[in-house]
């Protein structure tokens, strides 16, 4: 389990295809102190590591994984957002992320509003993921509060410590996120349709 509170920034320095499979090679700040087999959340989608040399760890991600995420789409040099799982003995920050994104969105417009930016969203309806307002979203792995929240659309707002220390700053307009929608809502979801 994550809680969405962004832990550091890496950088992919390998994508070696396997069959269906790709398995990606990173770089990060607690490389070091990583270990085989742990959770780790990239653009919030929980990988395991599978290798460690050096400065550098590998995790492999699945087709149906490649298909259902942006994670097919990073290229040498891309950054990604990384958490490691929480500890059962640590504060609780952000909200309940599973690291198992439902869906990608579309960014679709940034605004910088003097030192603080909102970034609008578009998802499409077929999943029939819903946000409410000032509930909870996890774009790339990053615990966020929704508001303007209408159909398939959203609007976060972004401080300067999420802006420099996430992939935010690296955004466009037309870029592919990660979208994890609140497990709460998830579940008063599936029972009304019971």
């Known amino acids: 389990m994550f809680t969405g509170i962004v832990e550091a920034v890496g950088e992919l320095k390998n994508i070696k295809p396997e069959g269906t499979n790709i398995t990606f090679t990173f770089t990060c700040p607690f490389t070091n102190e990583l270990k085989i087999d742990q959770s780790l959340a990239h653009n919030g989608v929980c990988l395991t590591v599978i290798d460690i040399q050096g400065n550098e760890y590998s995790v492999t991600a699945i087709d149906e994984t490649l298909q259902k995420?942006?994670?097919?789409?990073?290229?040498i040099g891309s950054k990604v957002n990384l958490e490691r799982c929480m500890p059962a003995h640590g504060r609780f920050d952000g909200h309940i992320v599973q690291g198992h994104v439902d869906q990608t969105g579309v960014v679709t417009a940034i605004t910088e509003q003097d030192g603080s930016w909102l970034f609008d969203f578009e998802y499409s309806p077929d999943e029939q993921n819903v946000t409410v307002e000032k509930g909870s979203i996890c774009i790339n792995g990053t615990s966020l509060t929704v508001?303007?929240?209408?159909?398939?659309?959203?609007?976060?707002?972004?401080?300067?410590?999420?802006?420099?220390?996430?992939?935010?700053?690296t955004f466009k307009v037309g870029d592919v996120v990660n979208l994890e929608f609140d497990i709460v809502g998830k579940y008063i979801k599936k029972m009304l349709k019971m």
């Open 69 to 75: 995420t942006n994670l097919g789409k990073l290229q």
């Open 147 to 169: 508001f303007n929240s209408g159909i398939n659309t959203f609007r976060v707002a972004i401080i300067p410590y999420t802006y420099e220390n996430t992939v935010f700053h």
